[in-house]
């Protein structure tokens, strides 16, 4: 069964560090795709990043970056020169099954706070 | 700025009482899922739809809980009756492709039953 585990449940940093979320995942599948979402204080869950796992060449969009990495499973996330806008809980998330990306697993998300 | 629109965003009811959340999804989008967001469980996928018809509902309590599409506006969850371990937040989520994994989620819905 497809697993997603996200070790950490909170961190906190002081606006303008560098934090990085981790994200280990299971499937028995080939190929697959990884996601993240944030969940912002309003509630609703936005979606930030989706993956291939043909592909582990970094991806980065801005301040964001995220680190694929087959090998050994994982699919972190780092924020750089973090701000307080990005307090929020992030969700690692692979589909349930391959075929079914809309049929998404989430782990159990990370909290992070940026105080300033 | 199209978004996924959910009532109520805040209902407090008895054990036994009937709750009925709403979702509009956004236009155009064929797909509609529901989860439900709970400290202990995280969330998990109760139900999904795709041009109105019920793909999967193997994570939703039959016994008690329903999710309908009536139109291709409007989608509904429905508890009856209400338990108070189905307190939670309940969100309505919606994809324009059905296997893209880019989900469009509401505010959610948090029910707390008493």
């Known amino acids: 069964a497809q697993k997603v585990t996200q070790a950490q449940t909170e961190i906190s940093v002081v606006e303008k560090e560098d934090v990085t979320l981790d994200c280990v995942y299971e499937t028995r599948d080939t190929t697959y795709y990884l996601f993240w979402y944030k969940q912002p204080p309003s509630g609703e869950l936005v979606f930030l990043i989706r993956r291939n796992s043909f592909d582990e060449q970094n991806e980065i969009s801005g301040r964001y970056s995220w680190n694929f990495q087959k090998s050994t499973s994982s699919f972190n996330f780092t924020i750089t020169a973090s701000q307080v806008v990005d307090s929020a809980v992030y969700f690692c998330?692979?589909?349930?099954?391959?075929?079914?990306?809309?049929?998404?697993?989430f782990g159990k998300g990370i909290t992070l706070s940026v105080r300033p | 700025d199209a978004r996924v629109t959910q009532t109520p965003r805040h209902k407090v009811t008895e054990m036994g009482q009937e709750v009925t959340m709403r979702c509009q999804p956004i236009l155009g989008h064929n797909t509609v899922f529901w989860y439900r967001q709970t400290m202990m469980q995280g969330l998990e996928l109760l139900a999904y739809f795709r041009n109105r018809a019920p793909l999967d509902d193997s994570g939703m309590p039959k016994d008690r809980f329903s999710a309908e599409m009536p139109d291709a506006t409007l989608a509904t969850l429905k508890i009856q009756p209400s338990e108070p371990r189905d307190s939670a937040v309940y969100f309505c989520a919606s994809a324009r492709y059905s296997n893209t994994g880019e989900l469009f989620f509401g505010e959610g819905s948090r029910l707390t039953v008493l």
């Open positions: 998330a692979l589909p349930s099954r391959a075929g079914a990306n809309s049929k998404l697993t």
